[in-house]
């Protein structure tokens, strides 16, 4: 496993971002985050159940000499042994959507959702698929899914993965996703909110596109379009359905903060949920803040899901909502 020297971390990663997180979190953990910065992050993927099955996959890999391990806490998850991205990417397997490479954290906000069969489910700002095949998949391609994303040259990436994993439950919409809400209130049964975010949870000095257009305040910018986007996820649910909003960011602004300014305002009565994903362990994997700095939010933020950088995982947050 590829592995810079520590002085490239505070070289290239943006020195206000570090300092965030020097506030946030204990000194342990910010060390195992400035750590996973400087390490090059294993490749991981998910079956496809629309197309294939565990066993022709895992043939295929073994007859093709891929080294990989099953992921426990993740069904239908991968991790590559060694640095086979690229080559496993020119499979008949990949080529062919039988397989998805995606972040193992990216894969958990849909597993909090939790959609069943035959449900009605949101995916705003859906680009460029990567949840909205994985949702398609596990409710079998019954029910209706709309996804929903803004921008032109993202959502034509997401038709593209849409068709290529063979998903035709979902109906893709090119619109701002507080407009298209507007008439879908109390419609969906679930909604997933993977909000447009600073990214700071991306951070690996191997990828200059993860922190190379990261700027100051560029958390505050993101949480008052997280919030608007939020509102909209909550009126389009029904009563009692769920909404899971996520992000790839690990400060408190675009997290904690969005969810707790909903509930300070009383404008949607609201429920936070505990998130149970069997055998998810680690010291990568922390509860949300109730305190962050001077903020002080709601004790009903411990339940959300905090995942920090590893050598496998991207920094995340995840809640669950309950509409009551």
């Not at 080294?67 to 080529?95: P, R």
């Not at 035959?118 to 019954?142: C, F, H, V, Y």
């Not at 300014?261 to 509860?287: A, C, H, M, Q």
Request: glycine share 6%; hydrophobic share 35%; net charge positive.
């Amino acid at each position: 496993m590829a592995m810079r020297p520590i002085g490239d971390v505070y070289k290239l990663i943006p020195g206000d971002a570090l300092a965030v997180f020097k506030e946030l979190f204990s000194p342990v953990q910010y060390d195992k985050i400035i750590q996973s910065f400087r390490i090059e992050r294993r490749t991981t993927f998910r079956l496809n159940t629309l197309k294939s099955t565990k066993r022709e996959v895992m043939d295929y890999l073994r007859n093709n000499k891929f080294k990989f391990q099953e992921i426990n806490f993740i069904d239908n998850a991968f991790i590559l042994e060694k640095k086979d991205g690229i080559k496993l990417l020119k499979t008949d397997l990949a080529v062919s959507g039988k397989i998805y490479l995606q972040t193992l954290s990216s894969m958990l906000p849909p597993i909090a959702l939790g959609a069943e069969q035959n449900e009605r489910i949101l995916d705003l700002a859906s680009a460029p698929g990567s949840k909205t095949t994985q949702i398609a998949a596990l409710m079998n391609n019954t029910g209706i899914i709309d996804a929903v994303e803004p921008n032109f040259i993202r959502i034509e990436r997401l038709r593209h993965n849409i068709n290529l994993l063979g998903v035709t439950n979902t109906t893709v919409t090119q619109a701002d996703g507080n407009k298209f809400c507007v008439e879908k209130a109390n419609y969906y049964d679930r909604v997933l909110l993977d909000a447009p975010c600073s990214g700071d949870g991306r951070f690996n000095i191997y990828d200059r596109k993860s922190y190379g257009n990261w700027r100051k305040n560029m958390a505050e910018r993101c949480s008052n379009i997280q919030k608007k986007l939020l509102r909209s996820a909550l009126t389009s649910v029904k009563p009692g359905g769920t909404v899971v909003y996520s992000t790839c960011a690990i400060n408190d602004v675009e997290n904690e903060g969005v969810v707790n300014s909903i509930l300070e305002s009383g404008d949607f009565k609201i429920e936070i949920e505990n998130i149970n994903i069997p055998r998810l362990e680690g010291d990568y994997v922390t509860e949300g803040l109730a305190r962050a700095k001077e903020n002080k939010y709601s004790r009903d933020m411990r339940k959300c899901l905090r995942i920090l950088p590893s050598n496998i995982m991207e920094g995340f947050f995840v809640c669950k909502i309950k509409k009551v």
